[in-house]
């Protein structure tokens, strides 16, 4: 019985509910571990129903002074971290204590993350090509052929993807040049094939309208590659 009423109790007083983002980034916010603490019961409080819990709420629940409490909350209200927030219902003025800033750092951070993840994944993706270029040459890659290619990335636009495909399309077609991918390139770019997908889409059409049958003793069938140095659309 006494177990049953202590998870009641528990259950009674509910949870609160606050996302991972604040956990994995807070430290990155400059926010110290007692700074969190305190963001975190003003949550709870808010939660319970006390939208403007006050210093001195606060302090009875923390090993903090009210005073220290005083000094943070203004502290992070002049960092952009928290602020508050008037409401005016039937003439009556109410105040609360409003988040929604530190929900806004959190979220700029998650995304300025995700941008460098992002960024750092194409500059390996970049390097990857240079390295699959030496490897279909057979050599290493002279000053003007590498300027060539960071060209294509940086001036023209085209991803590395879409530039492997270049490649491959100029290895299956036996014109292994960088002349020759850069027609290709050239073309597409002209055509508005700027994904994978799309020179994939491209090149079905093309060999399915070009497939035409060898004499009949050999029972195969050659399919015949898209000449882009003699493009004529």
Do not use: C
């Not at 409080?45 to 629940?61: H, K, L, M």
């Not at 002279?142 to 399309?169: C, F, N, Y």
């Amino acid at each position: 019985m006494q177990q049953r009423n202590r998870l009641r109790s528990w259950i009674e007083q509910g949870n609160v509910s606050i996302s991972q983002l604040f956990f994995q980034f807070y430290k990155g916010l400059n926010i110290s571990d007692s700074e969190a603490m305190l963001l975190l019961h003003v949550h709870a409080f808010q939660q319970s129903g006390n939208p403007f819990p006050t210093p001195d709420e606060i302090a009875a629940r923390m090993q903090t002074p009210q005073s220290s409490v005083t000094a943070m909350l203004q502290n992070m209200m002049q960092r952009n971290l928290l602020m508050i927030e008037h409401e005016k219902n039937e003439g009556i003025v109410t105040e609360r204590m409003s988040l929604q800033p530190l929900w806004d750092r959190l979220l700029d951070s998650i995304a300025m993350e995700q941008a460098e993840d992002e960024e750092e994944e194409q500059k390996q993706q970049e390097g990857e090509i240079f390295q699959l270029f030496e490897q279909e040459f057979g050599r290493f890659l002279s000053p003007i052929e590498s300027e060539t290619i960071t060209m294509w990335i940086d001036q023209d636009g085209h991803t590395p993807d879409v530039i492997r495909m270049a490649l491959k399309e100029a290895v299956l077609s036996q014109k292994l040049s960088l002349r020759y991918i850069d027609r290709i390139l050239f073309e597409w770019k002209k055509k508005n094939i700027k994904s994978t997908k799309d020179v994939s889409k491209h090149a079905v059409s093309f060999r399915e309208k070009n497939v035409h049958a060898l004499p009949v003793q050999s029972g195969k069938k050659k399919v015949e590659f898209y000449n882009w140095l003699e493009d004529r659309n």
